[in-house]
């Protein structure tokens, strides 16, 4: 569905380039769920939009649905839905005519757009809001609206950029659980987010980017086993009482784990035994005043690679 070779993106003059991204290898398999993770600046949205031709390629070679975007554009963005990160829904319309004005700049007839209209309603749950004006919409509906109106034109493959970014956990779930059936029905999907339980529940493999280059991939469980270890180990200490901190206090356990990572609250130690980790803790004289042993997550992997630091 993708295939990307050396992919490049540069912005600016020739003597003072931005280089988003920086030669990147991707390929997208039918029917999968892909996802694009990393920090603010590292190339997604540059790369989603190279991917949804409407963005030129700056090196490299990229091939959507078997297809040049640089030669082929329209036939690429026929077979696209588009769920962009802000909703743009056309607020003078309501609901259900979203759909349908949306459905007819793709040239399907009126009658087809009608029924696709009703059958998209019903899928995403707003059949009773069909008359409804965009406004009313909850945070929650607007999205599911969006979504809705990307796949008017039945497409082959499905961008979505942060789908539930804002909105409650509820909405979230309701989101996953129509993107899921999506998958089930054949459609390939390619997420960007920032929730790495979202990447961790829809996405099948998924690609880590830093700084215009990828820097991990597959599948969350294999970048977990890779990159983590079974379970975290978190401390708490009261560090008043210590008379040291949480970093001073790192050394202390520094051979407890796979990893020791120091947090101003609390101490991550990397481990395959959380438990092991608690109980030599406190053989060593040490009390924290609280402990909790985890799973290691997708996030814990994103960390390590990307590192804490915020990026703008």
């Given at each position: 569905?993708?295939?990307?070779r050396g992919?490049?993106?540069?912005?600016g003059?020739?003597?003072?380039?931005?280089?988003?991204?920086?030669?990147?290898?991707?390929?997208?398999?039918?029917?999968?769920?892909?996802?694009?993770?990393?920090?603010?600046?590292?190339g997604?949205?540059?790369?989603?939009?190279?991917?949804?031709?409407?963005?030129?390629?700056?090196?490299?070679?990229?091939?959507?649905?078997?297809?040049?975007?640089?030669?082929?554009g329209?036939?690429?963005?026929?077979?696209?839905?588009?769920?962009?990160?802000?909703?743009?829904?056309?607020?003078?319309?309501?609901?259900?005519?979203?759909?349908f004005?949306?459905?007819?700049?793709?040239g399907?007839?009126?009658?087809?757009?009608?029924?696709?209209?009703?059958?998209?309603?019903?899928?995403?749950q707003?059949?009773?809001?069909?008359?409804?004006?965009?406004?009313?919409l909850?945070?929650?509906?607007?999205?599911?609206?969006?979504?809705?109106?990307?796949?008017?034109?039945?497409?082959?493959?499905?961008?979505?950029?942060?789908?539930?970014?804002?909105?409650?956990?509820?909405?979230?779930?309701?989101?996953?659980?129509?993107?899921?059936?999506?998958?089930?029905?054949?459609?390939?999907?390619?997420?960007?987010?920032h929730?790495?339980d979202?990447?961790?529940?829809l996405?099948?493999r998924?690609?880590?980017?830093?700084?215009?280059?990828?820097?991990?991939?597959?599948?969350p469980?294999?970048?977990?086993?890779?990159h983590?270890?079974?379970?975290?180990?978190?401390?708490?200490?009261?560090?008043?009482?210590?008379?040291?901190?949480?970093?001073?206090?790192?050394e202390?356990?520094?051979?407890?784990?796979?990893?020791?990572?120091?947090?101003?609250?609390?101490?991550?130690v990397?481990?395959?035994?959380?438990?092991?980790?608690?109980?030599?803790?406190?053989?060593?004289?040490?009390?924290?005043?609280?402990?909790?042993?985890?799973?290691?997550?997708?996030?814990?992997?994103?960390?390590?690679?990307?590192?804490?630091?915020?990026?703008?």
């Open positions: 569905m993708i295939s990307a992919l490049r993106k540069s912005f003059p020739a003597n003072d380039q931005l280089e988003a991204v920086k030669g990147i290898d991707v390929e997208v398999r039918r029917g999968e769920a892909f996802g694009f993770l990393g920090p603010n600046g590292a997604k949205s540059s790369t989603m939009r190279m991917i949804a031709a409407v963005s030129p390629i700056s090196g490299g070679e990229l091939r959507i649905l078997g297809m040049d975007p640089a030669v082929d329209p036939a690429i963005r026929g077979r696209l839905g588009v769920c962009p990160q802000e909703d743009t829904l056309d607020t003078e319309l309501n609901v259900r005519d979203n759909l004005i949306y459905g007819r700049y793709f399907i007839p009126k009658a087809e757009v009608n029924a696709r209209a009703d059958e998209l309603l019903e899928f995403v707003l059949t009773e809001k069909a008359k409804s004006k965009v406004e009313d909850s945070g929650g509906m607007k999205r599911r609206l969006t979504i809705a109106r990307s796949l008017i034109n039945r497409p082959d493959l499905l961008l979505l950029d942060e789908p539930t970014t804002g909105l409650d956990p509820q909405a979230r779930h309701v989101l996953w659980d129509r993107l899921f059936r999506l998958k089930q029905q054949g459609v390939t999907l390619v997420i960007t987010t929730y790495m979202e990447a961790e529940q996405c099948d998924l690609v880590v980017m830093d700084k215009g280059l990828i820097v991990a991939e597959g599948s469980l294999e970048l977990i086993k890779q983590s270890t079974r379970e975290v180990a978190e401390l708490r200490f009261g560090v008043a009482e210590e008379g040291a901190t949480h970093e001073a206090l790192a202390k356990v520094a051979d407890l784990g796979d990893r020791v990572e120091a947090l101003p609250d609390r101490l991550l990397y481990t395959d035994d959380g438990d092991g980790v608690i109980a030599a803790v406190h053989e060593r004289g040490l009390q924290p005043v609280a402990t909790l042993v985890r799973r290691s997550t997708l996030e814990d992997v994103f960390l390590r690679l990307t590192g804490r630091t915020l990026v703008d």
